[in-house]
């Protein structure tokens, strides 16, 4: 009986061990969060790694804060606990690890059906130079859709196909990524400026590359 028991200890920390391997060194982008039944679908507005044996977090100010999170996970355990330490202000999160595969994550809230959806980032996807966006008109393109977006100083976004459309927008480095949030999307990757062109990538189902064409007229 104690030797079956030492066996399957073995299995689990041989097991763990695996998974960790995979996340380790490497940057998940959020994608999105929805429950068992795909009742709602919410962008993910996080980033999360894990690094020297840390898992290390960052959102934006209207989801999950703005201030780097740390997180804990037990020698035998898939659990990750941020802001154990907790505060009213920092909330403690707990999230089990449910699946690690090829370029996804999937975390879920403990005694829940609520998960979140991450995707991993390249590294090729980190940026070098900076680039300035703040009080600037682009011409916005993709595969599916062109339209004008204004990134005011103020931190609020218009887009030209909705005169009713305003929302939050900031942006944040982590690991070297820098990452764009316009509130209720799914974050951005900005990635490299050629000419008056910015170049970004989102990551759904099928990653999604962006245009951002810089107007040299006020359309607003």
Known sequence: ????SYILITIGF???SCRNDELKDNVWIGEYSTNDDREYYFSEENLISFENEEWVAKGVSLNYGEETRY??????SEQIVF?????????????????VGGDSLVLRSPNS???????KLS????RSENIDISGKQ??????????TIYF???????????VQFSAPWQRIEFSGYDILFMYGDVPYVIQRKVGDTIFAKTFHKENIEHKFIELNKNVW
């Open 152 to 162: 005011k100083e103020n931190f609020e976004v218009l887009r030209k196909s909705s």
């Open 138 to 147: 682009y011409v916005w393109s993709n595969n599916n859709f062109t339209d």
């Open 71 to 76: 997180g804990n996970q037990g020698m035998f």
């Open 113 to 119: 059906d609520n998960f979140h959806v991450y995707r």
């Open 14 to 16: 041989i097991f763990i």
């Open 83 to 99: 802001n154990e330490d907790w505060t009213e202000e920092d909330p403690i999160e707990i999230y089990d690890i449910q699946t």
């Open 1 to 4: 009986m104690r030797k079956a």
């Open 123 to 126: 590294e090729i996807a980190k």
